[in-house]
C-alpha cells in the first residue's frame, strides 16, 4: 500500500511518561498504519499502551520520538480523527438526538440544523425511534449504537473505538461486532480499533498489530486473509483457527500456548 493510501500512520513512535517515581516508557518504535476503508484492530495486554498510541494519534499526547499523520498531515493538537472511548459519555440530562449532535452544535451549526443531522444518523443506525428518548431508557447496546453515531456525526471518517464493546454482556457483544461490520461496510470509514479479544479482532479487521507488554512494540503483524461477509459462524472455521493460534503465540510467549477449544479470546 503506498503511502498516499494510507489514512494513519504512525512512524517509530515512542512515548514515555516522567514521573516522582523516574521515566516510564510506554511505547518503543511502534509502526501502523491504516488504508482507505480499512479495519485494522491493536491487540494486546492491558496496559501495554493501546489507549496512548490513540491519544497520540488523536492529538491528545505528543510522541516522545516519532512521527503520527491523518491524510498525510502530521497530527497537531487539533484531532483530525473520530475518537469513541470506552464509555459511552452520554449527558443523561440530553436526548439521545442531543447526544449525538453535540459534535456538530460544538463545530458551530446551528442546534436545529445538527438535531436533523442526528435525527438522520440514527435512523440508519435503528435508533430513529429513540431520538427524543434519554439515555437511561436505553439498553448498553443501544447506547453504544447512539455513541458511535455521534462519532460518525461529527464529520470525520477516521474513526478511533477504543474497545467500545468492552462493558457489554458476551450475546450484547457479538451482536454489535455484526451491526458494527454492516455499518463499516456501507460506509467510507477507515477505522483503527482497540480490544482485548482475540476473536473480536480477528472476525472485524483486515489487519490486526498484536503488541508486546508494556512498553509495547509490533510482536506480529496479522493480514485477516477472510472473506468478507462474516457472521459469526466465520470463527468456527479453520482460516481463522490458523490465525488465532499465531495471535496467541504471540501474546503468550512466556507459557506454552493454550488449547484454542478451551479459549474464549
Known sequence: MVAAERRIEARGVRKSFVGSAGTVQVLDDVDVHVGRHEFVSLLGPSGCGKSTLFNIVAGLEEPTAGVVSVDGHTVGRIGRCGYMPQKDLLMPWKTIAENVAIGRVVRGESKAQAKRGAVEILERFGLGAFADHYPSQLSGGMRQRAAL??????????????????????????????????????????????????????????????????PAKVAVTIDVDLARPRPYATVLTEGFARLKAIAIAHLHTDEETPDLAGTDG
Open 149 to 214: 453515531a455521534r462519532t460518525f456525526l461529527a464529520g470525520n471518517d477516521v474513526l478511533l473505538l477504543d474497545e467500545p464493546f468492552g462493558a457489554l454482556d458476551s450475546l450484547t457483544r457479538l451482536q454489535m461486532q455484526s451491526w458494527l461490520l454492516h455499518v463499516w461496510q456501507e460506509s467510507a470509514a477507515s477505522v483503527l480499533f482497540i480490544t482485548h479479544d482475540v476473536d473480536e479482532a480477528l472476525r472485524l479487521s483486515d489487519r490486526v498489530y498484536v503488541l508486546t507488554e508494556r
